[in-house]
Nanobody
Framework: VQLQASGGGLVQAGGSLRLSCLASGSILKSHNMGWYRQAPGNQREMVATITSGSTTNYGDPVKGRFTISRDNAKNTVYLQMNSLNTEDTAVYFC??????????WGQGTQVTVSS
């Protein structure tokens, strides 16, 4: 299983980015997917998750600004990030998980928000 995250970059505060996580095989149809982030010196934190049934959940810092979605036909999970601020600067990771099965992580994509 491979998860390939992309879409990170440098953006000014107030701007937007869309991250993509391309999953191999049919894992997207059976697994709960999520985006997590880790800033230097901080623990990894949950940003957003989406179940195989498309129920979503968001971390408090991103509620109302970020949207997670999935396209099973394209084996891709997206994270639309709007109204970015400097505290959103981190490496963003894609995760696939299912109870009783191994958890998979992507390689991470850097998001840097400048003031």
């Amino acid at each position: 299983v491979q998860l390939q995250a992309s879409g990170g970059g440098l953006v000014q505060a107030g701007g937007s980015l869309r991250l993509s996580c391309l999953a191999s095989g049919s894992i997207l149809k059976s697994h709960n997917m999520g985006w997590y982030r880790q800033a230097p010196g901080n623990q990894r934190e949950m940003v957003a998750t989406i179940t195989s049934g498309s129920t979503t959940n968001y971390g408090d810092p991103v509620k109302g600004r970020f949207t997670i979605s999935r396209d099973n036909a394209k084996n891709t999970v997206y994270l639309q990030m709007n109204s970015l601020n400097t505290e959103d600067t981190a490496v963003y990771f894609c995760k696939a998980a299912k109870f009783g099965r191994p958890t998979y992580w992507g390689q991470g994509t850097q998001v840097t928000v400048s003031s």
